[in-house]
């Protein structure tokens, strides 16, 4: 298959004939790739099981893990949902459009095979402008989840969807670098006090703000990677560069001082240093790879296109700084740490 590339730009838009274009592939059952706030999302016709089952297919995704069905206008869920709580009202109002998922039990025209065989439906309105225009133009609820092979990091770039489908699906519009980069919040409604399922720039502190007592799924928690996580797709690894990557938590001085150390015992192409804009200066050997400035907060935006990068270096072995105390800390800590398959060492201090 020929994919086609169109563009869309904050300024300017789609050209006219390029939406109506990507809008029928979507009403047609193919695949588009489009640009939101939090990664690139591969649509597909929500509505249809085939174009769901395609889905998978490109992504080489396995089918028990549900897509996010992505709608442009709040009035568009009451067909998909059976019904939505006061508790819902409220966080759409908050938070939508933008970075949030909520989970509804699903009405009959959404397919088992878009749900991964479950009564319940993701739904998202994407801050993105453009997203929404394209999903309105479908004039269907978008199936989309991330842009990338299963397992790869999240794209945050139309070039990061091109290295994973390019060939397999019909049309990859480039909207530029994303804005937030980790995907969005999901938080399960369909228990009476809502659970986090997936940590995103949506706080818990921002979503507790609207509706009182808000959990987090168990599996998020501890350690315990033995408690099977409520979204099934966070079970799998992911994020995942080829290398194994180790993350190295403590004082800011000891973490580069063990990972000089380490990095020191690789040749220096073959050894791979995640760090930031304020700390790359400190390892003078291995390849340094910029996440983003925590000064800027752009560490979670950088985060998936830094993996890709050591890919590309062909690095066996990545060591990492610690995210946490960032603004985003629990959903990059969450990311990083399923890039790194939990490996993580706590450094005493002196
Ligand atoms: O920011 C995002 O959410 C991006 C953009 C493209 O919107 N999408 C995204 O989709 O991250 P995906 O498919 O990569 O991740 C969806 C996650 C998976 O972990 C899946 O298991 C979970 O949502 N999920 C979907 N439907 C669910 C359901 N009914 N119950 C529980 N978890 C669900
Ligand atoms: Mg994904």
Not at 163 to 169: P, Q
Not at 208 to 233: F, T
Not at 249 to 267: F, H
Request: glycine share 10%; proline share 6%; hydrophobic share 35%.
């Amino acid at each position: 298959m020929r994919t086609e590339y169109i563009t869309w730009s904050r300024e300017k838009g789609y050209e006219k004939e390029a939406l109506a274009r990507a809008a029928e592939i979507l009403r047609n059952g193919g695949l588009v790739a489009f640009p939101t706030e939090t990664v690139y999302g591969l649509g597909g016709n929500g509505l249809r099981k085939e174009a769901s089952m395609k889905i998978y297919a490109a992504k080489g995704r396995p089918s028990d893990n549900p897509l996010i069905l992505h709608i442009s206008k709040r009035e568009e869920l009451n067909s998909i949902v059976r019904c939505v709580s006061e508790k819902a009202e409220k966080l759409i109002e908050a938070f939508w459009p933008g970075p949030m998922t909520l989970i509804f039990e699903k009405s009959e025209c959404v397919p088992y095979e878009t749900t991964g065989g479950l009564d319940t439906v993701a739904v998202r309105m994407p801050g993105h402008e453009g997203a929404r225009e394209l999903i309105a133009s479908a004039g269907v609820p978008v199936a989309a989840p991330s842009a990338n092979t299963s397992g790869r990091p999240s794209p945050t770039s139309a070039n990061h969807v091109k290295e994973d489908l390019d060939g397999k699906i019909d049309m990859i519009i480039d909207g530029g670098g994303v804005g937030i980069g980790l995907e969005s919040t999901i938080i399960d409604l369909t228990e009476e006090v809502p659970v986090i399922l997936r940590p995103g720039y949506i706080t818990r502190e921002m979503v507790s703000g609207i509706v009182g007592e808000v959990a987090l799924d168990s599996a998020l928690k501890g350690k315990d990677l033995s408690v099977p996580p409520k979204a099934p797709g966070m079970k799998y690894r992911h994020y995942a560069p080829k290398a194994q990557m180790t993350v190295y938590e403590g004082k800011a001085a000891e973490v580069t001082e063990k990972i000089n150390e380490m990095a020191s015992r690789y040749p220096a192409s073959k050894v791979g240093i995640l760090a930031t804009e304020e700390t790359k200066e400190y390892y003078p050997h291995g390849q340094v790879v910029v996440a983003g400035s925590r000064e800027e907060q752009t560490i979670g935006q950088g985060l998936y296109g830094a993996l890709r990068k050591f890919d590309h270096l062909g690095v066996e072995v990545i060591f990492s700084e610690c995210f946490s105390g960032e603004e985003q800390s629990e959903a990059l800590m969450n990311r990083l740490l399923k890039a790194a398959g939990h490996h993580i060492e706590y450094l005493p201090g002196k």
